[in-house]
């Protein structure tokens, strides 16, 4: 026999947190299931300081820790798994986590969007030192020195026009010689004194983790075959995000990339199932943006819950 829920959360980011801290309060006894980012996005990042009630900022870790306690304090239950397969095409909806099937009267999807990395030798002993895929969390920390940026679509313009604001330079460095990034945030980009483009160009590696932090990068041009040394003090990746909701396909509507389709914020097409946070949001992408989706599905859930019991 499968357990029965009222409500099961996928997904430990700001998103998930908020989402089962309402729905605790609320006495759904939720379960959340942690998948392989717990803590989401934010547990990437060093300082928050935009995140409203902190004025002197607080680390990402901490942050999502303290709403992980504060929603546990309430009666939210966490497991660590992963959802390998969701039915629902019926409620209880059945879900497949790892060896174990969980039903559930509704579902909240906060699955999140996990940042693309390039895969470089020494890229994730440096997360957190000088290498990050978000220039809002930490462009701050680079202020008055020199910043690579790789992507060519409008993240990598956005977040290299972003980091004028700190940094001496920014490099833009990119793949080939055609971007895809709109019009408009390419001739911004070009047009800005600070930010200059370095294409037909990969990176081969980051140095140097034996001093843990961003010293340069290996650049290779993909046309020549040269190779070379570049300094830099961090490198902001900006080559897309992945939405992790591939576990759906067929079910929910997603758009082209693949990002949960909701209406009214947090609705999907299959009653009793929402969506917040990251996997349907790739226009704010914030974590009080996220926290306030993960509130919304967690009312939309206790109401549901309510007209379905009558
Ligand atoms: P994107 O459009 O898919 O662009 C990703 C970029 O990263 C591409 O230039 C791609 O190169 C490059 N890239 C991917 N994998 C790489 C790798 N392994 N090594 C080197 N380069 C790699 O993603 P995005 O820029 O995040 O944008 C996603 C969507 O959000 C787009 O529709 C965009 O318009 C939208 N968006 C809009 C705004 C805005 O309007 N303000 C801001 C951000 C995002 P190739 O071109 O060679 O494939």
Redesign the pocket.
């Given at each position: 026999m499968s357990e029965l829920r009222n409500v099961v959360i996928i997904g430990s980011g700001c998103a998930g947190h908020t989402a089962a801290l309402y729905t605790a309060r609320a006495n759904l006894k939720p379960l959340v299931i942690e998948g392989h980012e717990p803590g989401g996005q934010l547990s990437m990042t060093t300082l928050v300081e935009n995140f409203p009630g902190f004025p002197d900022g607080i680390m990402g870790p901490q942050l999502v820790d303290n709403m992980r306690k504060q929603a546990e304090r309430f009666g939210a239950e966490y497991r660590v798994g992963h959802l390998t397969s969701a039915d629902l095409s019926q409620r209880p909806f059945r879900l497949h986590i790892g060896q174990h099937q969980v039903q559930t009267q509704t579902l909240i999807i906060a699955s999140g969007a996990s940042a693309?990395w390039?895969g470089l030798p020494h890229e994730q002993q440096l997360i957190r030192h000088g290498v990050s895929s978000c220039a809002t969390c930490d462009g701050f920390f680079f202020s008055g020195k020199e910043i690579v940026v790789?992507?060519?679509?409008?993240?990598?313009m956005?977040e290299a026009l972003f980091l004028t604001r700190f940094a001496t330079k920014v490099t833009i460095i990119?793949?080939?010689d055609a971007?895809?990034?709109?019009k408009i945030?390419l001739e911004r980009a070009q047009k800005h004194e600070k930010i200059q483009f370095l294409t037909d160009t990969?990176v081969e590696d980051v140095y140097d983790h034996a001093k843990q932090e961003v010293t340069g990068l290996k650049l290779r041009n993909v046309k020549t075959g040269k190779v070379w040394d570049f300094p830099t003090s961090a490198l902001f990746l900006?080559?897309?995000?992945e939405p992790n909701a591939k576990m759906f396909a067929g079910q929910l509507d997603t758009d082209a990339?693949g990002y949960l389709k909701t209406h009214n914020h947090v609705l999907t097409r299959v009653h009793g199932v929402f969506a917040c946070g990251d996997v349907q949001d790739?226009r704010y992408r914030q974590a009080i943006t996220a926290a306030g989706t993960g509130c919304m599905a967690a009312i939309e859930a206790e109401k549901f819950l309510e007209e379905h019991s009558k």
């Amino acid at each position: 026999m499968s357990e029965l829920r009222n409500v099961v959360i996928i997904g430990s980011g700001c998103a998930g947190h908020t989402a089962a801290l309402y729905t605790a309060r609320a006495n759904l006894k939720p379960l959340v299931i942690e998948g392989h980012e717990p803590g989401g996005q934010l547990s990437m990042t060093t300082l928050v300081e935009n995140f409203p009630g902190f004025p002197d900022g607080i680390m990402g870790p901490q942050l999502v820790d303290n709403m992980r306690k504060q929603a546990e304090r309430f009666g939210a239950e966490y497991r660590v798994g992963h959802l390998t397969s969701a039915d629902l095409s019926q409620r209880p909806f059945r879900l497949h986590i790892g060896q174990h099937q969980v039903q559930t009267q509704t579902l909240i999807i906060a699955s999140g969007a996990s940042a693309r990395w390039l895969g470089l030798p020494h890229e994730q002993q440096l997360i957190r030192h000088g290498v990050s895929s978000c220039a809002t969390c930490d462009g701050f920390f680079f202020s008055g020195k020199e910043i690579v940026v790789v992507g060519g679509g409008d993240s990598a313009m956005e977040e290299a026009l972003f980091l004028t604001r700190f940094a001496t330079k920014v490099t833009i460095i990119h793949r080939r010689d055609a971007f895809r990034a709109s019009k408009i945030m390419l001739e911004r980009a070009q047009k800005h004194e600070k930010i200059q483009f370095l294409t037909d160009t990969v990176v081969e590696d980051v140095y140097d983790h034996a001093k843990q932090e961003v010293t340069g990068l290996k650049l290779r041009n993909v046309k020549t075959g040269k190779v070379w040394d570049f300094p830099t003090s961090a490198l902001f990746l900006g080559i897309g995000h992945e939405p992790n909701a591939k576990m759906f396909a067929g079910q929910l509507d997603t758009d082209a990339d693949g990002y949960l389709k909701t209406h009214n914020h947090v609705l999907t097409r299959v009653h009793g199932v929402f969506a917040c946070g990251d996997v349907q949001d790739r226009r704010y992408r914030q974590a009080i943006t996220a926290a306030g989706t993960g509130c919304m599905a967690a009312i939309e859930a206790e109401k549901f819950l309510e007209e379905h019991s009558k």
